[in-house]
């Protein structure tokens, strides 16, 4: 039996869910006490302890595989999507076997980044927030048709994030250098980033993060957009330089934003985003449904079991 440290805080959400069917497997799983994400220091003390790993947020960085290799640590998976955060390239060296789990939640956070579309086109959760303390707003929102929006990533998030878009009778701009064509779509309007930005009434980040993409939300662009900008992240925070966006709210430049994720997580109290009153904030759970995390971790614990077959 293989012992398997999880630093996932949606699997770990679940976790008793999961351990009869790694057990079945011949990996015993092992709960990380985390919320969001554990320090290098901490996974450099944790994780030679442990066969494998199932990664989360977490800074999986040659330092810590480094750590890892020096104990017992023989294979990990990175839970969900994203890869930003794993140093893929230590593990070859190292001869760590490594896999993501791709194109798990594309619908689940399509789901949320629609959410938050309508939420800031009518002013749902402002108008929430008044009503709860004890007052009547009427605020005059925006209809969604025929309104434009830009999707930065035709990945899994991102395919379906144009299908609710056009559901809702919006004009979509799709932005992805790694996609050509129309990406199965009839007649999508493609662009090269940031071209048409001034065309646009939204803009909904679903890409991966990469050094290409660092900050391509910042004050150079966000002066090219539109007055009245309503801006949507269920990707990755550093997409979006804040501070940027913070002045671009302030100034009315960009009216509301949805943010899912942050520079850095948990949003800290000191954030000036909290000041901003039309500002929708998640807590990076996009992806947490209870059939997404299920899926998921039933595929992690597959592709585990699988490197010490």
């Given amino acids: 039996m293989k012992d398997i440290l999880v630093t996932c805080p949606p699997m770990l959400g679940q976790f008793d869910r999961f351990t009869n069917y790694a057990a079945e497997r011949g990996l015993k799983l092992h709960r990380a006490e985390v919320t969001q994400t554990l320090s290098e220091d901490e996974l450099c003390a944790l994780l030679p302890n442990y066969d494998g790993w199932i990664i989360g947020d977490d800074p999986a960085t040659r330092r810590v595989f480094e750590a890892a290799k020096a104990g017992r640590l023989t294979a990990a998976v990175k839970w969900g999507i994203g890869v930003d955060n794993v140093d893929f390239a230590a593990c070859k060296d190292l001869g760590i076997p490594i ?8 619908a689940e956070v399509a789901d949320v980044a629609t959410a938050f579309v309508i939420g800031l086109a009518r002013e749902l959760f402002l108008i929430d927030r008044s009503v709860r303390a004890g007052n009547w707003p009427k605020p005059a929102g925006i209809s969604l048709l025929g309104k434009r929006v830009g999707v930065i990533g035709l990945g899994d ?33 493609r662009a090269a980033w940031p071209e048409a930005v001034e065309t646009l009434d939204f803009l909904v980040f679903t890409c991966a993060l990469n050094k290409h993409n660092f900050h391509m939300l910042n004050t150079e662009v966000l002066t090219r957009c539109k007055p009245g900008l309503r801006v949507v992240n269920v990707a990755r925070g550093p997409l979006i330089d804040e501070a940027a966006l913070i002045a671009a709210l302030q100034s009315g430049q960009v009216h509301s934003a949805a943010l899912d994720v942050f520079e850095e997580e948990p949003l800290k109290m000191n954030n000036s985003l909290r000041d901003m009153e039309r500002c ?19 595929t992690a614990i597959e592709r585990l079991a699988g490197f010490y077959k």
């Fill in 157 to 189: 998030i991102g395919r379906h994030t144009v299908t609710r878009m056009r559901a809702l009778g919006m004009e979509v701009v799709a932005y992805d250098p790694g996609v050509e064509g129309d990406a199965g779509f009839e007649a999508l309007e």
């Fill in 99 to 106: 896999i993501n789990t791709p194109m798990m939640f594309g």
């Fill in 280 to 298: 929708i904030f998640g807590s990076h759970n996009g992806s947490n449904t209870i059939d997404g995390v299920i899926r998921a971790s039933h």
